[in-house]
């Protein structure tokens, strides 16, 4: 069984450019949801999605945002890219009900 | 303000040494999780616990949930090399009866079993 895909594994991105990461959740599973890890602010919670709808937003600024498809599949995408920016960003996808999330291998995004 | 708080940040224990991380939150939520991450990976999902009195166990490790006091513990027994490992809990708050992706995690423990 396919787990919780994310690509790329890894970024290099430049102040001020844009970037878009995906996650492709488990066959099945249709909520999706984004969390940002670094080593000052630890793990925080973007975004979720189901059914392509978005139902819970962190607080995080407009510059980051996502999106979902008719396959569950996700991305998320964050504009003018600041240092803080760099981070580990994880995906987790869920069946929903309280069966818990799996995560994904995550995508190390560096800002330079 | 929302807060999951764990303690300790950090353990450092001896083999075959038993010992108890703690998880408090300030929310209600009945669903509660507990991650292991290992260093430049990523959360590996360890209980699911969904109700006041949860009690799960697997391996060496075992976790619990007290909704009441709001406290989870993850206890572990007899503690190998190989449980060393940053351990996360994570609160629920989603408002959708079940899986809602809103998650809030505490700062985690950076566990360190030494022979």
């Known amino acids: 069984k396919a787990g919780v895909t994310q690509t790329p594994r890894y970024l290099i991105k430049t102040r001020g450019q844009q970037v878009t990461l995906s996650c492709s959740p488990i066959?099945?599973?249709?909520?999706v949801s984004w969390y940002q890890q670094t080593p000052g602010q630890g793990l925080q919670f973007l975004f979720e999605?189901?059914?392509?709808?978005?139902?819970n937003k962190g607080n995080f600024p407009g510059r980051f945002s996502g999106r979902q498809f008719s396959n569950s599949r996700s991305e998320m995408n964050v504009s003018t890219l600041e240092l803080g920016d760099s981070a580990l960003y994880l995906c987790?996808?869920?069946?929903?009900?309280?069966?818990?999330?799996?995560f994904g291998s995550g995508t190390r995004l560096t800002v330079v | 303000e929302l807060k999951v708080e764990q303690n300790p940040l950090f353990l450092s224990m001896q083999e075959g040494k038993n010992y108890t991380i703690y998880c408090n939150y300030s929310?209600?939520?009945?669903?509660l999780y507990w991650y292991r991450q290992d260093p430049g990976k990523s959360l590996e999902s360890l209980f699911v616990?969904?109700?006041?009195?949860a009690v799960k166990q697997e391996g060496r490790l075992m976790a619990s949930l007290d909704t009441k006091a709001r406290l989870s513990t993850l206890h572990i027994t007899a503690a190998v090399h190989d449980l060393s490992a940053t351990y996360f809990c994570?609160?629920?708050?989603?408002?959708?009866?079940?899986?809602?992706?809103?998650?809030?995690f505490g700062k985690g423990t950076k566990l360190s079993v030494k022979p």
């Open positions: 987790a996808s869920s069946p929903g009900g309280v069966l818990g999330y799996t």
């Open positions: 066959s099945g599973h249709r909520s």
């Open positions: 999605y189901f059914s392509e709808t978005q139902r």
């Open positions: 929310t209600t939520s009945d669903r």
């Open positions: 616990l969904l109700s006041n009195g």
């Open positions: 994570a609160v629920d708050i989603g408002n959708y009866g079940g899986s809602q992706g809103n998650l809030i």
